[in-house]
């Protein structure tokens, strides 16, 4: 088996875009613009967002938070989203989800303007990302193709287990590493809560990505000998 460690990889992936950040200012232009938006005080949401400004602090970009209460009304969040896709200073931005019951994450995705989807998550860029058209990529899934190619993890007639079928990692995934490119070519199974013999066909993974959300759920007999796991 073979652990691919992501700490490492982001360090070098933030070094390049600082360079390229300092490039860009070098030649009189402005650093890119980074917005999120978070509804609630969700822990684990403010977390992500909060690790999101750091990497902006790191590499150079400028970033802005626009923190709302819990109870703000669908109109209030789809008025903002319409704000940030007009404002000319924001290059892209991410409404951080989960939202809250009474607000229709479909609808807030589909009014987010696909240019400045930097999340990947509207139709227009997922519909792309499937034909293998340029667009912006969920950022999890890019991670995990940053992680093999930098790795050199030969991926052409492998075969990939994705343990998770959300629309946000693993089922973007699945399709990115079935395409016909590198990393891609591989033969994927997407493996959810309704899999039959779940162990056999994660053990039958030359490349196991779990995108489950739950700690711990991989044992050792789940795992080939020799797999590389994400």
Known sequence: MKLIDGKEIAKQIKKEIAAEVTDMVEKDDRSPHLAAVLVGEDPASQTYVGAKEKACKEVGFISSLYKLPKNTSEKELLD????????EEIDGFIV?????????????????????????????NF?????NIPAYLPATPFGILQMLE?????????????????????????????????????????????????KQISKSADILIVAMGQPEFVTEDMVKKRCSYN
């Open 127 to 131: 519909g792309r990302m499937a034909l």
């Open 96 to 124: 951080q989800l989960p939202l809250p019951g009474h607000i229709n994450e479909k609808k807030i995705i589909e009014a987010v303007d696909p240019k400045k989807d930097v999340d990947g998550f509207h139709p227009m």
């Open 150 to 198: 930098r790795s050199k993890i030969e991926t052409s007639g492998k075969t990939c287990v994705v343990l998770g079928r959300s629309h946000i990692v693993g089922s973007p995934i699945s399709i990115l590493l079935s395409r016909k490119t590198y990393p891609g070519d591989a033969t994927v199974t997407v493996c959810h809560s309704r899999t039959k013999n779940l």
């Open 80 to 87: 903002l989203v319409q704000y940030l896709n007009n404002d």
